[in-house]
């Protein structure tokens, strides 16, 4: 290499590729062309097969190797085995099954004779570098060395954000299959994120909706006690953070939303950091336990469990025995039954505990 913003400028790149992994390709690229290689690449290693994750690999090597050759790879196997970060010479490597397949029908073929070969990673399926070609490395392996704990960070972190990724997507699948809405807020307020059954909401306006980037109520009354419930959830460290709870009533004349705001995590010495949750409960979306689930939970019967979800309605035993077509005296039976089943012993307590059993998802 020939001066120190050549290295930098390597690193720099190597460094960037853990966030954009697309510049990984780029930056193996960079090393492919100083080392006057034929390739230059990351493999990643399941434990029995190796395949190319990213690299700088002339297309028709990299095709033959991930549809066959990549079973026969010994070289790859023997680096996996290896020690963590240590530089390998490709040529004793290459030199443990000479004139073998793999070998004769596609290292020659593609003048891979020389290398330089690293175990990046631990584990049961690690990383490793490679860079081949037709000439010898040796001048190169100090400048890999000095590569390597780059390249070894830069996996950490690409790993690291992976995993925060996917606990985030995860995190908004979940939200997403929620049947309340979820209004993630920061001080402003300002809205960060929404979930599905939020933005329905929202969208229709019937009650609440979005302006300049904020959750708002239609009724100016209700707007400002959401407003100041909201500033209070998501104040600063020297301030109490509190949640709160509000009824929002509907310009369809539905019954009106519960609105819960409720701040998130602890507050930080930045006063722009508290945020804070909204959750609005449409209760005209609501279902109700199916039978089965009833019948399922508590060994209740057929009629049993029917019984169960008309007092769940708030219907008396009159009507249910109208609505089954039953005797008062059969309704009476049977609700008894529930009740001891269930463990309560008034209707009352009998819906709430229905109630609990409501899906929260879509």
């Known amino acids: 290499m020939d001066t120190i913003e050549d290295f930098s400028r390597i690193a720099a790149a190597i460094h960037s590729s853990a966030v954009n992994p697309d510049n990984w390709t780029a930056a ?64 004793p490597l290459m030199a443990l099954q000479a004139r073998s397949e793999f070998d004769v029908d596609f290292m020659r073929p593609h003048e891979v004779t020389e290398g330089l070969f690293v175990r990046l990673t631990t584990g049961r399926a690690p990383t490793c570098l490679l860079i081949a070609g037709p000439r010898p490395p040796d001048k190169f392996t100090g400048l890999v060395s000095a590569l390597v704990p780059h390249l070894q960070q830069a996996l950490r972190t690409q790993a690291h ?22 209004v993630v807020v920061a001080p402003g307020p300002r809205i960060v994120h929404t979930n599905v059954a939020a933005d329905e909401i929202l969208r229709t306006g019937d009650g609440l909706r979005t302006h300049a980037g904020r959750v708002e109520a239609v009724n100016p009354h209700i707007d400002a006690q959401l407003q100041r419930s909201v500033h209070a959830a998501t104040g600063p460290v020297e301030t109490a953070r509190r949640g709160d709870s509000l009824t929002c009533p509907r310009r369809s004349g539905r019954r009106p939303y519960r609105v819960d705001i409720v701040p998130l995590g602890s507050a930080t010495l930045s006063p722009a950091s ?24 508590y060994a209740l019967t057929e009629a049993e469990a029917a019984v169960a979800l008309l007092a769940l309605e708030g219907h008396g035993v009159k009507h249910i025995s109208e609505k089954l077509s039953l005797s008062l005296a059969t309704v009476k039976t049977h609700l008894q039954h529930v009740f001891d089943k269930t463990g309560t012993h008034r209707q009352a307590e009998l819906v709430r505990l229905l109630l609990a059993m409501r899906s929260v998802c879509r």
């Open 28 to 91: 193996l690229g960079d090393i492919r062309h100083l080392l006057d290689g034929h390739a230059c690449a990351l493999t990643v290693s399941d434990g029995a097969n190796t395949a190319i994750r990213n690299g700088n690999v002339v297309s028709e090597a990299q095709a033959a190797y991930s549809s066959y050759y990549y079973k026969l790879d010994y070289v790859l196997k023997a680096v996996e085995r290896g020690p963590v970060g240590v530089v390998r010479d490709g040529r």
């Open 161 to 182: 954000l992976d995993e925060l990724r996917d606990r985030g997507d995860g995190l908004r699948d979940a939200a997403h299959a929620l049947r309340h809405g979820f």
């Open 274 to 297: 508290g945020r804070a949750m909204i959750v609005i409960v449409d209760p005209e979306d609501q279902v109700e336990p199916p039978a089965a689930l009833l019948r399922r939970a």
